[in-house]
């Protein structure tokens, strides 16, 4: 029996440090490292159910091959010779016919590991293939901050840690950053910091802080000029920092003048007493930290929102006294681990929100995904599995596990979880890395991305040397600049580093200050965060979704079973429809129908109605068929939390509905 170290590769903020027992090459209990201070030696419930993932009964554990125009099936096992043969002679034959803008490459960081995921995209850069503008997570709250320091980067977790507020807005961190959260409890034990949740929801990170503000879904911007407008009042605005670091005061300040109390509460929901309360909280228990979660910019006022909240510490005299995604902090060399630089090819891309579409239209011949579950996770599902669907759409997926996206595919090939291979993935928001070393031999016939990245160059014919470079070579000059001391060669000898970070107060704008009115625009966004109008109250609800406890998107369903099929209404809102609590209703607009259980409670505001992602109805049906492919205008993100729907008892559900 022996302890493997590694680090959890998951799409999640706390990138932990995981010691894995192995006993006669068999995974037999994972639990936290105490080397990681973010980690603090324990585990999320997706961390403690790997070992049962990693031999899941839906493991893809040999090459697969559908039979031809079987639609769903049924698969055949082949070797991957002839998988291999299979695709490379499909993706000759698309760039003959159809030329390299039809192969749409489709990843996303299912696995996060620098080798895994970007190095194996070495093979895509020099076919030229399409790739996404990868806006479906986080590049809206990017683009609205950057708008205003440059980059979007933020204050450093000890900096959270020694704030005497700490205010997660729109940021459910006990469940999606267990361990951020757990950081934030032990400031309040030690030190008396007070935690402020600001959610629509009353999440169960709501339940845990101190104070709970509920604004309506979208009117975060409003509620930022509401707390800004009682500092300027209050002399509470750090007039030196502003005059120093800042620019636009004056016409920031104006702005926020015309958010009476009145005016507020009227959009937000909020009262002038609560926003009075955290006015007043911020000036007299400085300094403050803003928590800034990705689900408050997955909507139509994404971005809006974030800009408008990172805006608020600079009055408080705080450089990027925020959160959001630290990753803009970091120097990594991007272009050269996935060889964009390398390559004498420039592939289109597309927005990833609207792909949906554009699959239902057959615009790509050939689509490979990796790292990702498409058929579930992206908005417009109808249109995406019937772009997947299609006959002439030719589909490979390389996964870990079957999936929606893999049992549409024409070509599975199995992969290895990351348990079974060596790499490096680093945090977007703590800065402590380790080598992620493997604990088993892959299972099956499993074969590792640059494997297969390298064996298709080979076949296609393919010469250059970047594509069969040493991956820990290219590693080793990507990371050259990212760590405080050391590099690669440090982490294969074992040791910790800590991520480098750009200076807190060094902003990236055409000023070298903090714009609170922002002189460069994106896509005709206005220089001070706009309050847009909300949708009036109707027959109409605003439907917001989010992840819960024992999943990771679409992973581990087949560990703790279907992600919960219930939506929450709240009670007024069931009354008007004669819903009761536990009925089946029916969710539904003109996009798709889902049917799910009916939870009656007052922990949504009315006009509001909140079930977990990605789940499949009841009815078979997932939840993001209700999810137009609209993007926000700034930065392209999607409108996860705008989606407007209908609800009725599904008895009641009629065609003229």
Not at 77 to 82: C, E, K, L, M, Q
């Amino acid at each position: 029996m022996k302890t493997i170290k590694t680090v959890c590769h998951r799409d999640c903020p706390d990138t932990c440090f995981m010691d894995v027992t192995v006993d006669q090459g068999k995974i037999i209990a994972t639990r936290g490292s105490t080397l990681n201070p973010v980690t603090r030696g324990f585990l999320c419930p997706r961390g403690n159910g790997d070992p049962q993932r990693v031999y899941s009964n839906k493991r893809v554990l040999h090459p697969q091959v559908k039979s031809e125009g079987v639609g769903s099936g049924p698969f055949a096992r082949v070797s991957w010779d002839v998988a291999l043969s299979r695709v490379s002679d499909r993706i000759q034959s698309i760039i003959d016919t159809h030329g390299r803008e039809s192969l749409l490459l489709y990843d996303y960081p299912g696995n996060t590991g620098f080798l895994a995921w970007h190095f194996a995209k070495r093979l895509w850069s020099a076919l030229g293939a399409t790739t996404t503008d990868y806006a479906l997570c986080s590049s809206s709250g990017h683009t609205g901050i950057g708008l205003h320091y440059g980059l979007s980067y933020g204050l450093p977790l000890t900096g959270m840690a020694a704030s005497n507020v700490i205010l997660f807005w729109g940021n459910n961190a006990k469940v999606s950053a267990s361990h951020i959260w757990a950081m934030a409890r032990q400031a309040r034990k030690d030190r008396g910091a007070i935690l402020v949740s600001v959610d629509p929801r009353q999440s169960p990170t709501a339940e845990a802080a101190d104070i709970w503000i509920q604004p309506r879904p979208g009117s975060d911007v409003a509620l930022c000029y509401g707390i800004a407008r009682y500092l300027i009042e209050k002399d509470g605005v750090d007039q030196g920092f502003i005059g120093k670091w800042t620019t636009g005061y004056q016409a920031y300040a104006e702005t926020a003048m015309g958010w009476t109390p009145e005016r507020v509460e009227q959009v937000s929901g909020v009262p002038g007493h609560v926003v009075a309360q955290i006015g007043e909280l911020l000036m007299t228990h400085r300094p403050a930290a803003f928590m800034i979660g990705l689900g408050l910019q997955k909507s139509m006022q994404g971005a809006e929102a974030a800009r408008a909240v990172a805006l608020l510490p600079a009055l408080l005299g705080l450089h990027r006294g925020f959160q959001y995604s630290n990753s803009r902090g970091h120097e990594i060399d991007w272009p050269t681990i996935n060889g964009r630089r390398l390559s004498g090819h420039r592939g289109k891309v597309v927005g990833q929100t609207g792909i949906g579409r554009r699959l239902a239209a057959g615009e790509f011949k050939f689509v490979y995904v990796f790292g990702s579950n498409p058929a579930m996770t992206l908005p417009d599902q109808s249109a995406v599995r019937h772009g997947l669907d299609r006959e002439d759409v030719f589909v490979v997926v390389h996964d870990t596990h079957w999936s929606e996206t893999a049992t549409r595919a024409d070509v599975v090939l199995p992969a290895p979880t990351f348990l079974e291979k060596r790499d490096v993935a680093i945090s977007d928001h703590h800065p402590y890395s380790r080598l992620s070393e493997q604990a088993i031999a892959p299972l099956g016939d499993s074969w590792h991305e640059i494997q297969v990245m390298q064996q298709l160059a080979e076949r296609l014919g393919l010469t250059a040397d970047w594509l069969y470079e040493d991956p820990w070579a290219a590693l080793e000059k990507t990371l050259a600049h990212t760590y405080q001391e050391g590099g690669v060669k440090q982490l294969l000898a074992g040791e910790v580093l800590e991520v480098k970070l750009r200076p807190e107060d060094v902003y990236q704008t055409l000023s070298g200050k903090i714009e609170l009115a922002a002189t460069v625009s994106h896509s005709g966004s206005t220089p001070l965060p706009t309050q847009h109008a909300l949708p009036r109250a109707g027959s109409w609800l605003v439907l917001l979704n989010s992840s819960v406890a024992n999943y990771t998107h679409s992973q581990f369903t087949d560990v703790f079973g279907p992600i919960p099929q219930v939506v929450w209404v709240h009670p007024e809102d069931a009354g008007k429809r004669s819903i009761e609590d536990n009925d089946v209703v029916a969710v539904f607009n003109e996009l798709a129908t889902v049917t799910l259980r009916a939870k009656v409670t007052a922990k949504v505001p009315t006009g509001t109605l909140w079930a977990p992602r990605p789940l499949t109805g009841l009815n078979g049906v997932p939840l993001n068929a209700l999810v137009p492919g609209i993007s926000q205008g700034i930065g392209g993100g999607p409108i996860f939390n705008s989606v407007k729907v209908k609800v009725k008892p599904e008895a009641r559900l009629s065609e003229s509905d």
